[in-house]
């Protein structure tokens, strides 16, 4: 069967690259899915042939009606077909396998959850994991057809750099999803964008970009510790690699399944306490999601005003006082002169600052963004498990589910409820953390900038005589 | 016969101020030309009648082609239809009337010119006269029909103050035009505003402005010595004034003819100097309304920007923060809410920044804006006199005129230049002065508007613990 995509957005080829060009609406026909690297090879309605980015496109038969009990076979059925990422949660994940689950996962694939500080956590590490993503360097494969960059990732813990393409890091994503999305907020990586992608400022941007999403993954005390984290850090050559590869594409214990491994040594909840956590952290990750999305909708109104008209004022501004100074010229005027460049280096400061602030703070909120907006798939599945269980409850009174099943499923349901708290707390205390540095960072340099503005401004004052 | 007139811009009536409200292109007949204080009473064509402001309208029958040499006689044609304003400068005046006068004032009429450091100047005298306008008064006339505004001014010579409505200063303004205009650019006077006229903003801003028009007309030696001058400051009592207001309208010695009292003790300069001091003045006029006009449209631009999208945006701002902060509320961050808040002041402080040191700018540079506006008028005369002039030399070639008239045309031609260099130094002396004290003064607010702000964030920033 030859597989049919739709163009989503417009995308120019990059010459002497084996792209093709396509545009928004047009059908292609998918020749080779297993190109890699986020790459398709299609062929247009004119029969030219080429690469382009997958997330660009969209395969056309994709609408599969399945009533999965389980929510691997899901992915996995999608991932097969290629159209994995489109299909992300377009349905819940059904708990019901793991809620009627008995056994709980032994030795080094347990996760435990204590009683903290704040509450139910994740067991800690005593050395929190970090690494350095650094050192862009251009690879090609395919006979030289294709070229790539390659990142070095040095973990703190071994010291020793490994190399990965985005490709790879695209993978680590992927199997994180599979394996943990039910549980924990897995973030997207950053934007697969295409175009002008081996331009310097891209390149830069990319790296900074998975630098700040492994970090994150580090910081994460499951996450950090699962085997395919640690692989993708630690791997010594090339069979290690391929081989922990291939180990970690069987693992079983994926989707709902990720709950039967989670231990909470907590007395356990009933439903009801359950539902309230549920709905406090529901309206919690909504708000927030409301908030992270106003600042940046602000923050990207106000770059723009920075870099386009203020800018332009300013530079206005300083050329109305330059051009009066040379009218002046005659009775010599050097000084309104000055004054006129000191705001166009003003034009230039304003121009430059978002880069030095507001960037920042795009950027901590545009992961923010990323990570909320996982969430709400996070938490649907609580949701869906809540209601099984008040089903379960009324199956009861019709002896169509017996007491014990039910306490079963309230057990799980305890426990999956003890892993979202765990969640949640984790992600509180990152997020006061991230804001409290992000915050002082961008105030920091605002009072730096307002600063210099008033520093050359009295220079300028400062050359004019007294009367 | 009937007046009728055109209206030239919407006016909207004040309720219970016996007013007409008007649209732009009705054609109203006039009825009353002699109300006084700016104001007309007309007809429309529904019959109604009430009191129009006469700078919104625009009489009809005032196409009337003259053919005068003397400037004066027209100034009074068609000073007697009302429609004085309307013509002013529409012909440039003849010189030729006065280029062939013989005879020089005398006594107190004369106007030296003296060989100052930058070259010709005017007699200076010892104290240079001021004055203060304050105290604005609500008075009314016509049995409490119309009311009006009355100025207190104080001039520091006498240190007594006298009284005077708008509708004086525009007389004042008038006989000096009428008297000097040829000689001396007399800034017009500040807009005859009408709706919202007794509106305390309003009010504040006329008399600040008619405090800066007074100031620049006592810093001028000619006009500040002038009887009508001395007349409008000192005047002891209605008599007095009066009978001042009846001579001075009397006055003889106006138009070109003043040129006939300048009295320059410096050596006769030969046209071609004249012609060519004449180009450089006339250049630097026209470059300098240039890039003021240019100053005031970028002013006028980040006025708007100041109090209109960048307020806003700063307010989107603040409320971005404070609104993340209130979602961070269940774990306490006052800080960041108090961040937002700095900066909901700080969209104040830019809103409330143009009044504080642009306003100061944009007046000052409509003032020069208003001067340099007269100065195409006043150099016209002297252009017309130079082609008079050339014209003769011609003459004299064929004997139609003698060479004893050319060398008198040549030497009031001379006399003209003189009068123009020493209104040109006036005119840079005062210039160098406004400049040097505007730009202080501007950049001196600028750099409190930014430290205020660095300050303010400063200590939003303080609020944050160190990480």
Redesign the interface.
């Given at each position: 069967m030859s597989v049919k995509a739709q163009v989503l957005y417009d995308f120019p080829a990059e010459p002497g690259n084996n792209e093709l060009s396509v545009q928004e609406g047009e059908i292609l026909t998918v020749t080779n899915q297993n190109v890699g690297g986020g790459w398709v090879e299609a062929r247009n309605s004119r029969g030219n042939v080429g690469l382009v980015p997958e997330d660009y496109i969209e395969v056309k038969n994709t609408l599969i009606i399945c009533f999965v009990f389980d929510f691997t076979s899901l992915y996995r059925a999608l991932d097969e077909i290629g159209t994995f990422s489109l299909f992300r949660f377009s349905k819940t994940p059904n708990p019901e396998v793991y809620l009627l689950t008995k056994s709980i996962a032994k030795g080094n694939d347990k996760l435990p959850i204590y009683a903290g500080e704040v509450g139910p956590v994740w067991l800690y590490p005593q050395i929190q994991l970090d690494c350095v993503v650094a050192d862009p360097k251009k690879g090609s494969k395919m006979y030289g057809l294709k070229s790539y960059i390659e990142y070095q990732i040095t973990p703190n813990t071994t010291n020793r750099p490994v190399n990965h393409r985005y490709k790879h890091f695209d993978w680590l994503y992927e199997r994180l999803v599979e394996k943990f999305a039910c549980a924990l907020p897995i973030p997207c990586l950053p934007d697969k964008q295409v175009t002008g992608r081996f331009e310097e400022e891209f390149i830069q941007m990319r790296m900074e970009r998975l630098q700040g999403w492994m970090s994150r993954m580090c910081r994460h005390p499951v996450i950090s510790n699962s085997d395919v984290f640690q692989l993708f850090l630690n791997y010594r050559d090339e069979k290690e690699w391929k081989l922990g590869k291939r180990k970690t594409e069987k693992d079983e214990i994926v989707g709902v399944k990720i709950f039967s491994t989670i231990d909470p040594e907590l007395p356990e909840l009933d439903p009801g306490q359950v539902e309230q956590k549920y709905e406090m952290y529901s309206q919690?990750t909504r708000?927030?999601d409301?908030?992270?999305k106003?600042?940046l909708a602000?923050?990207h109104?106000?770059w723009k005003?920075c870099t386009g008209?203020?800018q332009k004022?300013y530079r206005?501004?300083g050329?109305?006082?330059q051009?009066?100074s040379s009218?002046?010229n005659?009775?010599a005027?050097p000084?309104?002169s000055a004054?006129g460049k000191t705001y166009e280096e003003i034009a230039e400061l304003v121009a430059g600052q978002p880069k030095k602030d507001l960037h920042f703070l795009m950027e901590t909120n545009n992961e923010y963004k990323g990570l909320l907006g996982c969430f709400p798939d996070t938490v649907a599945v609580h949701k869906a498990a809540i209601d099984k269980v008040k089903e379960a409850d009324h199956l009861v009174t019709m002896n169509k589910v017996s007491q014990q099943d039910k306490h079963i499923m309230e057990k799980n349901l305890s426990t999956m409820s003890y892993a979202l708290q765990a969640e949640m707390n984790h992600f509180?205390s990152n997020?006061?953390?991230d804001?409290?540095?992000l915050?002082?960072f961008y105030?920091?340099e605002?009072?730096k900038f307002?600063?210099t503005?008033?520093e050359k401004?009295?220079k300028?004052?400062g050359q004019?005589?007294?009367?």
């Open positions: 919690f708000s927030m409301n908030s992270v106003e600042l602000v923050g109104l106000h005003r008209p203020l004022e206005q501004i050329k109305a006082f051009n009066l009218v002046f005659t009775s005027y000084t309104l004054t509180h997020r006061i953390y804001y409290n540095r915050m002082q105030l920091e605002q009072v307002y600063e503005i008033a401004l009295k300028a004052l004019y005589t007294t009367i």
